[in-house]
């Protein structure tokens, strides 16, 4: 598993030691340059002293400038080539002198040689490059080495640092970890960092919807259960009813009833599923263009038959070719059950018409009828679930649910529903207006 706080210490730790290291080369190299540099002043300056100064050729074995001047060699040759001095003989070094700086690479490493010529003299002096090297590689590790011991109370220190900083991260994760399904109140944002503060918004937000989302699932049991028990326990008592019937034509009476209750309860129980399946994050079908003059047409020969059994003239107002981008099976459910209610609701005799249309370049389903209407003070609220309009004398059986599973529909394409007057000035009219984005432009025939 993958820790912020060691990805952190790795990287943080890693671009330290990294950055001393070449902190020790730069030191080195520039401790190099500057020892070349003071050295080769040394030399000259040591050439220069010792050109004024007498000498008579060396006998064997002696010249040395004595105890720890094994630094340096010195070699003196008159204009003849007779060597008048060497400082330390037992150094192997080059008998012959070539003015001015130069590097010299012998049997026991490289030499740094400067010579000069001054009062029929050459004076030469010489110094091992190592002594060089030496220095400067002591001047790196007196530089290096303290940034070295601190590594590890750094390292400390870097670690503290970022568990501080990661400290309100631990207080948020405990404080999600103490909320439930039946404690989801928003996390505090109180002495939270700038940069956790997304991260926690974000999360009230999803707090919010879950609770909404739980609300709406017990909302939704409740009803269901409510709902249901109603049509079961006539059937049951339907059922009761048949069997204690005394002739055949009571009995025939009593199972006709059990037949209609059966009926109401498998529909209350289809349109609850639907209901269940239209809820946010569960109908997630791919979306695809739809031609809304094809499905009305489909919906209208779908339910002519129930539109003829009571005598009701169902039509279709199809001003041109409509498409939208949408998922076709839901958009099927939300005009069959607008139709379907408008049915249910348009006495006999009555109209029912739906319009598909292009309104503002939005595309427009609308159904409208002749039936009693639905008040302004219920136009809100017909679209909650388990809630019907105000009918008369309660002539017309339903569970509710039509105009529920509509809006559910409607909003998860993003669409406008707006109820007003139907046919004639009477009855009423539902529109469904989508939104620009989701109307396709028609195709020319």
């Known amino acids: 598993m993958k820790s912020i706080r060691r990805q952190l210490l ?3 730790l890693g671009g330290l030691a990294l950055a001393i290291i070449a902190a020790a080369f730069g030191t080195y190299f520039r401790a190099r340059q500057e ?36 630094a340096l060699v010195v070699q003196i040759w008159d204009r003849n080539g007779v060597q008048l001095y060497l400082s330390q003989p037992h150094r192997v070094l080059p008998q012959n002198a070539q003015l001015g700086f130069t ?62 900083g990661l400290a309100p991260l631990d207080r948020v994760a405990a404080a999600v970890e103490r909320r439930s399904p039946a404690l989801l109140e928003p996390l505090s944002e109180s002495g939270l960092p700038r940069e956790v503060k997304p991260l926690v918004g974000a999360l ?20 269901a259960a409510h709902e249901l028990r109603t049509p079961l326990t006539a059937v049951h008592l339907q059922a009761q009813l ?56 489909a919906v209208v020969a779908e339910l ?29 459910t939300l005009l069959s059950n607008l139709v379907d209610n408008a049915l249910r609701y348009t006495p ?19 159904v409208r009828d002749s039936g009693p209407g639905i008040p302004e003070a219920d136009r809100e609220r017909v679209f909650d679930r388990f809630v019907r309009g105000n009918v008369a004398a309660g002539a017309v059986r339903g569970s509710g649910l039509g105009l529920s599973i509509v809006k559910r529909i409607a909003e998860r394409h993003g669409a406008e529903i707006v109820v007003g007057p139907g046919l004639d000035g009477a009855g009423a009219g539902i529109s469904v207006r989508f939104p620009a984005s989701q109307t396709a432009p028609a195709a020319v025939p």
């Open 35 to 70: 020892a070349n540099a003071l050295f080769d002043y040394q030399l000259k300056e040591m050439a220069a002293s010792l050109t004024d100064a007498p000498f008579a050729p060396a006998p064997a074995g002696v010249g040395a400038l004595g105890p720890g001047s094994n």
């Open 103 to 164: 590097t010299v690479d012998t049997s026991t490493g490289a030499w740094r040689v400067f010579s000069t010529l001054a009062d029929d003299q050459v004076v030469q002096v010489a110094q091992p490059m190592s002594a060089r090297r030496e220095l400067a590689t002591s001047m790196a590790l007196r530089t290096v080495v303290p940034l070295l011991l601190a590594l590890p109370v750094l390292a400390l220190l870097i670690w503290l640092t970022i568990a501080r």
């Open 204 to 223: 009230n937000g999803l707090l919010a919807r879950l609770s909404q989302a739980l609300d709406a699932q017990r909302s939704f049991i409740a009803d």
């Open 242 to 297: 048949a069997e204690r019937a005394p002739n055949d034509a009571e009995r025939r009476a009593a199972l006709a009833d059990l037949k209609g209750g059966l009926q109401r309860a498998t529909r209350l129980v289809e349109q609850l599923l639907t209901l269940a399946r239209e809820e946010p994050g569960v109908a997630d079908r791919p979306q695809a263009t739809i031609d809304l003059q094809a499905l009305a047409s």
């Open 348 to 366: 006999e005799g009555g109209r029912v018409d739906v319009g598909v249309a292009i309104d503002a370049g939005r595309a427009l389903l609308s």
């Open 304 to 332: 002519a038959p129930l539109a003829a059994a009571k005598r009701i003239d169902l039509g279709l107002n199809a001003e041109s070719p409509v498409q939208v981008h949408g998922d076709a099976e839901a958009l099927a």
């Open 10 to 12: 790795v990287w943080l």
